[in-house]
C-alpha cells in the first residue's frame, strides 16, 4: 500500500511540475550578480570562519600548554611531597635505630652490672663465711688436737 501511495506522488509530482522557462538576458544579469554576490558572501565567511578556526586553535593549544605546565607543576610538587616523606621515614627509620641502640647499650649495661654485682657479693660473701668458719676451726682446735693439726698442716695456725 505504502509503495503505490509513493509511486502515485512521484508520478503526480512529475506530471504537474510547472515547466522550467528560460532566463531573459536581464533576469540572468540580476542572478548572476546575486550568485557573485552570494559567492563573495560565502568567501568572506569561510574566512571568517577559517580566522575564528585558526584563533580557536590558538587558543587552544595555549590552554593546553598552561594545562600541561600547571599538571607538570602539580605532578612536582606531588613528587617533592612524595621525596619529603621518604626523607621523613628515613629520619623515622634512623631514629629508630638509635632508640634500638640505646635500649640495647642500657639492657646490656644492667645485666653486665647486674652480673658484676652478684659477683662481688658472692665473692664477698665467700670471704666473710671463709673468715667465719676458720673463726669457728680455731675456737674449736683450742679443745680438739685433731682439728688444730689439721689447721696447722694447711696453714691455717691459730
Not at 663465711?129 to 688436737?145: F, G, K, N, T, W
Request: contains cysteine; positive net charge.
Amino acid at each position: 500500500m505504502m509503495k503505490r501511495a509513493f509511486f502515485l506522488l512521484i508520478c503526480w509530482m512529475i506530471l504537474y511540475t510547472p515547466p522550467v522557462r528560460a532566463f531573459t538576458p536581464q533576469e540572468e544579469k540580476l542572478v548572476m550578480r546575486d550568485l557573485s554576490e552570494i559567492k563573495a558572501t560565502l568567501r568572506v565567511f569561510m574566512e571568517q570562519t577559517n580566522k575564528r578556526f585558526e584563533e580557536m586553535y590558538t587558543y587552544m593549544n595555549k590552554r593546553f600548554e598552561e594545562m600541561y605546565t600547571y599538571m607538570n607543576k602539580r605532578f612536582e610538587d606531588i613528587n617533592k611531597r612524595f621525596e619529603d616523606i621518604n626523607k621523613r621515614f628515613d629520619q623515622l627509620y634512623t631514629f629508630l635505630w638509635i632508640v634500638t641502640g640505646i635500649f640495647t647499650s642500657f639492657t646490656l649495661g644492667v645485666i653486665g652490672f647486674a652480673l658484676w654485682d652478684r659477683r662481688t657479693i658472692i665473692r664477698k660473701a665467700r670471704e666473710e663465711a671463709l673468715d667465719q668458719i676458720i673463726a669457728v676451726l680455731r675456737d674449736l682446735a683450742r679443745e680438739d688436737e685433731r682439728v688444730a693439726n689439721i689447721l696447722r698442716k694447711h696453714g691455717l695456725v691459730f
